[in-house]
């Protein structure tokens, strides 16, 4: 892959963002991954494993290094990159996360992916019309979710910035605020079940040290 930190690595133009715990990184995240990739024709997906979500309690939730590392081994052979870029930046809301990688890769275009569990919660988010107003964002469908999504605020307030997925594909269209919804088979896969089905899944990644694919720093395995 291309290293988008470098000048003549920017010739990667979109790129979707899919943020989380990612407590553990898991098959389903791999899959919507791919599948909003080939949707919306982007070159790479970025996970950001977050620091810290602030909608998320810190009980259960495993070090950032070993959450990091699950999600490097899930994303193996995909065109994905797992990031704790977060931690770099200093940032731990998701608005000056996306404010920072906008300045820091202002020849990529980027598009925020997002399920429709966090749409239905999406105004409580820290400026989330600002998110909107930053770049495209692609909403995919969990189960158990979709009514609520449909019934936020914030689909009512996006509502009116409908798009298809094809129109990403054009370079003259991109723009913002957009609202592009994808459905597929839905995935049942989640982080909280495997937390439950294995409890010490952490313990398989503690000790390892890793490089940041993305920003190419190790991440020290002892961190929180």
């Known amino acids: 892959m291309a290293r988008p930190g470098n000048r003549a ?3 990667l133009t979109t790129i979707g963002l899919l943020g989380g715990s990612f407590n553990p990184a898991h098959g389903g995240h791999r ?29 259960g939730m495993a070090p950032l290094a070993a ?17 704790a870029i977060e931690r770099e930046l200093g940032t731990r809301y998701t608005v000056d996360t996306l404010r920072k990688l906008a300045r820091r890769y202002p020849k990529l275009r ?5 399920g429709s569990d966090n749409l239905a919660q999406f ?16 909403v995919i ?15 009512a307030w996006l509502g009116r910035y409908r798009r298809s997925a094809a129109s990403l594909k054009h370079r003259a269209g991109w723009s913002a605020p957009a609202l592009i ?16 089905a294995d409890p010490d899944w952490a ?19 002892d961190i929180a």
């Open 31 to 59: 899959r919507i991954s791919l599948f909003a990739r080939a949707a919306l024709g982007l070159d790479e997906v970025w996970w950001l494993v977050s620091p810290g979500n602030p909608l998320k309690p810190k009980a």
């Open 67 to 83: 959450r990091l590392a699950s999600a490097q081994a899930m994303a193996r052979g995909a065109p994905i990159r797992a990031t």
């Open 9 to 11: 690595d920017q010739t």
């Open 110 to 114: 980027f598009v925020w992916l997002m």
């Open 181 to 196: 919804q994808l459905r597929f088979d839905p995935d049942p896969r989640s982080a909280t079940a495997l937390r439950h």
């Open 123 to 138: 105004d409580q988010w820290k400026n989330w019309r600002d998110i909107a107003r930053l770049m495209p964002i692609a």
């Open 141 to 155: 469908a969990r189960p158990g979710y979709d009514a609520r999504a449909a019934a936020s605020p914030a689909a």
């Open 203 to 221: 313990a398989r990644f503690s000790g390892q040290a890793s490089r940041d694919p993305l920003t190419h720093h190790p991440v020290d395995p």
